[in-house]
């Protein structure tokens, strides 16, 4: 029984209900029909219900007291204690011409559609509203629709893909009661067993398992096979307790099977983006390469990491040291068009687009 109420509990606080899963954890935090376990899961949970950091901390103490040997307990405190006792608070991101929306509960899942592969599933990885999902997905798409389970519907902009982890992060500009509950490393063990969620209901069932790409880094390798997954990926794994493990990514592994990026690293690409966005505001996003390009910052009309005509630009291009040094001068001839000497992508002038002129014609 007790282990039934532990249960619902947890997934009130999943729900967003954290007033009555607190009110709840704390009874069975101090039931002694709960077993040790039990009881240290339930303080966990409890330092997920508020952001300050010395209720936290004391809620972890107490998990640890129940549970001694358990590394990602201290793990948790560990990190906590060497963190800021103010938690950091992230960047709002607002929709143009009025307020951000506000979502008392989190979504386990939001689906995505406009990209180049059809529907896809997203996991929000922070409380701006920040979604990830995969590069598949999106493709060169720079606008998304996001549909939420209470089947609200609204448009979104793709910020950035990274193709080498087929992920991609959609701005939504919602604003999040809580953070998502990332998983410590240590959650991530051989065998571990987890839930791959998708948008229109499918629940996946799995096992991570030792594999070349698993080993180490920043994948997770699962037993599931390509043929199993039910929308073009960007699927949340989580574990029994509701943790966020990682993100279901259509990378295939040494034996076949679908591969994972783990929630430590998208957080932390995600992490590095809201850095870049602050530094660098007006940087453009290339729907080509998915990259940030810095190119529009100096009046230049082409992506410096490949090339493609960027549709922000205004046409013009020009002549600056720094968007030279940007897009790297070479000693080619002059383009006809703009006299830069940056060279070609394509036939083209990188710095205007101009046709240029092919060897051996007059």
Not at 70 to 80: D, F, P, S, T
Not at 125 to 147: C, F, I, W
Not at 252 to 278: M, N, P, T, Y
């Amino acid at each position: 029984m007790a282990q039934e109420e532990l249960r619902r509990a947890i997934q009130l606080m999943q729900d967003g209900q954290v007033e009555a899963g607190s009110a709840l954890l704390r009874r069975l935090a101090e039931a002694p029909t709960l077993d040790a376990k039990g009881r240290a899961a339930a303080y966990v949970w409890l330092a997920e219900a508020q952001e300050d950091h010395d209720y936290k901390r004391r809620c972890l103490e107490r998990a640890l007291a129940c549970e001694p040997d358990n590394l990602q307990i201290r793990q948790g405190l560990n990190q906590l204690l060497a963190s800021p006792a103010q938690p950091e608070r992230l960047p709002s991101m607002r929709r143009e011409g009025g307020s951000p929306t506000s979502l008392e509960r989190r979504p386990a899942v939001a689906g995505l559609e406009g990209g180049r592969n059809g529907l896809a599933s997203g996991a929000f990885v922070g409380r701006d509203g920040l979604l990830a999902t995969t590069s598949y997905a999106v493709g060169s798409a720079e606008e998304m629709t996001v549909s939420l389970g209470d089947e609200r519907k609204f448009g979104a902009r793709v910020l950035r893909r990274y193709p080498l982890y087929d992920l991609a992060f959609i701005a939504t500009g919602l604003e999040l009661a809580r953070k998502p509950a990332a998983a410590p490393s240590a959650m991530l063990a051989e065998n571990a067993a987890f839930v791959a969620l998708a948008y229109r209901g499918a629940r996946l069932r799995g096992l991570l398992i030792a594999g070349e790409r698993g080993a180490g880094g920043h994948w997770l390798e699962t037993n599931i096979a390509p043929v199993q997954l039910p929308d073009a990926g960007g699927n949340p794994l989580v574990d029994e307790n509701g943790h966020l493990l990682g993100i279901l990514t259509r990378n295939i592994g040494a034996g076949g099977d679908v591969c994972a990026l783990k929630i430590s690293h998208v957080l932390a690409l995600a992490e590095q983006l809201r850095r870049e966005r602050q530094l660098m505001p007006k940087a453009g996003y290339c729907p080509a390469c998915g990259g940030l390009a810095r190119a529009l910052l100096f009046g230049g009309g082409t992506c410096e990491t490949c090339g493609a005509r960027l549709a922000a630009s205004d046409g013009r291009a020009p002549q600056s040291e720094a968007l030279m040094r940007l897009y790297g001068e070479n000693a080619g001839p002059p383009c006809r068009g703009c006299g830069a000497r940056v060279g070609g992508y394509a036939g083209r002038c990188l710095r205007c687009g101009y046709a240029l002129a092919q060897k051996g014609a007059s």
